[in-house]
């Protein structure tokens, strides 16, 4: 307990001073953003090795794209009570390592003539449970490193590199499906992995020692409940969980058939579609740059409102991706801008503000709870839009998931958050 208070007052120290001069936090962010890079290039190379490599059909691509996903309806709530009662940083090695060896293993099947689609989303199920883990784990370590005050700008830096990551990843893996293949563009990926483990392992944090009495009393389906009560419990939490899987479910009926209606029935090539992401993910940087100040000015509720609102009018212009290559081009650009711009706002607030008014102790709980929640809508979205593609044609299945996300933000809208300014407001308490 002295340990904990100890590390708090180092905190209040480095707050003054600035995330850039504290190591542990450069060590993490610096990892989690290599990872981040990696991770760009694999979201689409895996589904450009399954189109062009592969020839998987739009029923194939939305189970891909749903197997990723998957663990975290699966896994989620029980991640959650493993990250609150074993110690964090050796589960963030253990993730990113895991993820390295199964995601180094898609180049060596591929060249002994052995993958397939069933293999392919097997990788991306199994990377899915490590990945549920890790970004459970780095959310809920967080807290531990730095102060209250410092966790909105973390988490600005964190969607920075997320969206710096968005730009220059997409484009070097589209050249790299383009002049060699898919398959070992993800070999970057694996690497980036590697040297995230790396960084990780010298990061140094004290956490509080579990209480290892009341952990053998407790019952991990009570420790689950838990996270579910504090969820739902508060009307804060309960609204942005449902409007954030809101938004997820539809935009992934979009993203599981995307690169196949931009391949397929646009005739784009991998650089042409590298060159779309890269572009259009400029507007997540400008966000990420601007969303603590937009906090700061505004408050959590006004803001988080507001890029909610926005994410469904950046879906409109998908109405306009039909057509001519340079219209539809243009239209795909301007609604992937609008909604990186958005989301990435959306993020970095909603996710200060559940940090800051969730105990530290419970925040692992909390997180996989949003998790399981947010995330575990995606591979039934991926599903709907795989299912969908089939059956009315792959526009079609994009208009209609465009509609569905238009609704997202009511809410938040109808919900305290609208006037939340800090985690201190009324009515934000989890």
């Not at 964190?158 to 563009?185: D, K, N």
């Not at 650089?271 to 890269?278: A, D, F, K, Q």
């Not at 706002?345 to 909390?366: D, K």
Request: aromatic share 10%; hydrophobic share 50%.
């Amino acid at each position: 307990m002295k340990q904990v208070e100890l590390q708090h007052e180092t905190i209040a120290l480095q707050q003054e001073q600035g995330l850039w001069k504290d190591g542990n936090f450069l060590k993490l962010w610096t990892g989690q953003s290599l990872s981040m890079f990696g991770s760009q290039i694999t979201t689409m190379a895996l589904p450009l090795v399954a189109v062009m490599t592969l020839n998987a059909t739009p029923f194939q691509m939305g189970v891909l794209h749903a197997a990723e996903y998957a663990p975290f309806l699966l896994f989620g709530l029980i991640a959650g009570v493993w990250v609150d009662r074993l110690p964090k940083r050796p589960l963030l090695i253990a993730a990113d390592l895991g993820r390295a060896l199964l995601f180094g293993l898609i180049p060596l099947l591929a060249l002994f003539g052995s993958l397939n689609i069933a293999l392919l989303c097997t990788v991306a199920f199994l990377a899915g449970i490590l990945t549920t883990l890790y970004s459970i784990g780095y959310q809920s370590i967080l807290p531990y490193m730095l102060g209250k005050g410092q966790l909105t700008d973390a988490n600005a830096k964190m969607e920075f590199s997320r969206s710096v990551a968005g730009v220059t990843g997409p484009g070097l893996a589209g050249l790299m499906v383009q002049w060699m293949t898919g398959v070992f563009a993800i070999v970057l990926d694996a690497l980036s992995f590697v040297v995230s483990g790396i960084l990780t392992s010298t990061v140094s944090v004290k956490e509080p020692q579990p209480k290892k009495e009341g952990q053998a009393k407790a019952s991990v389906w009570k420790d689950m409940g838990e996270g579910l009560r504090i969820v739902f419990g508060s009307p804060c939490l309960r609204s942005i969980a449902a409007c954030s899987a809101t938004t997820n479910f539809f935009l992934n009926m979009t993203q599981a058939i995307l690169i196949l209606y931009a391949t397929k029935e646009l005739g784009f090539t991998p650089v042409e579609i590298g060159l779309l992401m890269t572009l259009s993910s400029s507007g997540a940087v400008l966000s990420a740059l601007m969303s603590s100040r937009l906090v700061a000015r505004f408050g959590f509720g006004p803001v988080i409102t507001g890029s909610a609102f926005c994410q469904g009018i950046a879906g409109l212009f998908l109405f306009g991706a039909a057509g001519g290559k340079t219209a539809a081009f243009t239209m795909l650009f301007i609604s992937m801008f609008l909604m990186g711009l958005a989301t990435t706002v959306y993020n970095v607030a909603q996710v200060s503000f559940r940090q800051s008014i969730t105990e530290p102790e419970l925040l692992g709980r909390m997180n996989a709870t949003m998790r399981f929640i947010v995330w575990g809508v995606i591979p039934l979205g991926a599903f709907a839009g795989g299912s969908l593609g089939t059956w009315i044609g792959l526009y079609p299945t994009i208009l209609t998931a465009v509609c569905g996300g238009m609704l997202s933000f009511l809410w938040v809208f109808l919900s305290p958050v609208r006037t939340a300014a800090d985690g201190r407001t009324k009515g934000a308490d989890a």
